[in-house]
C-alpha cells in the first residue's frame, strides 16, 4: 500500500496526514500534549492517554492467559508471546531464534564481541547489564538472594534456584 503522505525532513511515509503531524513532531520536538497530574510533554494524544495510566494505576489491557495487566496494547501483544512458542527474530549467524528483537540483540554480541557493560571496580566487561550487576557483588560481597529454607545467601538467583533443590 502506497504511503502518500511524506515527511519532509527524513522521507518516511504515512497513510494519512494525521500521522504525519503526529511524526514531524518528532523532528520538532514539539509536545503539545500535558500531563495534568505532573506537567510531561508527548508528542501523540495517545501517549498522553497511556502516561495518565501512571498515575492511576489502570492497567486495561490484560492477558488472558495469566491475567497481567499493561498499560498499551503493544505491550500486552509482546508479553502474550511469552506464552506461546513463537519465535519471529533469528540470529543471521547461528540462527537461534527469540521470543523479543531485544533477546536477539543481546544474543548476538555473542558473536560479535561486544561487551559494552564494564565494572568500574576491577574494568571487567559484560554482554549483559544482569551480569555486571551479578559480579559486583564478587567486590562488595553482598549476597541478595537468601534461601528461605536455610538462610544461605547467594550472589545470584539462578545459584539460589539450584541450591533449593537441596530442600525438595
Not at 6 to 18: E, I
Not at 42 to 51: A, N, R
Not at 78 to 93: A, E, N
Not at 132 to 153: D, M, N
Request: aromatic content about 8%; overall charge positive.
Amino acid at each position: 500500500m502506497e504511503k502518500p503522505w511524506k515527511c519532509g525532513d527524513c522521507g518516511k511515509g504515512f497513510n494519512f496526514p494525521s500521522q504525519l503531524e503526529n511524526h514531524r513532531r518528532s523532528h520538532t520536538g514539539e509536545r503539545p500534549f500535558i500531563c495534568s497530574v505532573c506537567g510531561k510533554g508527548f508528542t501523540e494524544s495517545s501517549s498522553l492517554l497511556s502516561h495518565l495510566c501512571i498515575h492511576t494505576g489502570e492497567r486495561p489491557f490484560t492477558c488472558c492467559d495469566c491475567g497481567k495487566g499493561f498499560t498499551r496494547s503493544y505491550n500486552l501483544l509482546l508479553h502474550q508471546r511469552l506464552h506461546t512458542d513463537k519465535r519471529p527474530f533469528k540470529c543471521s549467524d547461528c540462527k537461534k531464534s527469540f521470543k523479543r528483537r531485544n533477546y536477539l540483540l543481546t544474543h548476538q554480541r555473542v558473536h560479535t564481541g561486544e561487551r559494552p557493560f564494564t565494572c568500574s571496580e576491577c574494568g571487567k566487561r559484560f554482554i549483559q547489564s544482569s551480569h555486571l550487576l551479578a559480579h559486583r557483588s564478587s567486590h562488595t560481597r553482598e549476597k541478595p538472594f537468601t534461601c528461605s529454607g536455610c538462610g544461605k545467601g547467594f550472589t545470584r538467583s539462578s545459584t539460589l534456584l539450584r541450591h533449593q533443590h537441596v530442600h525438595m
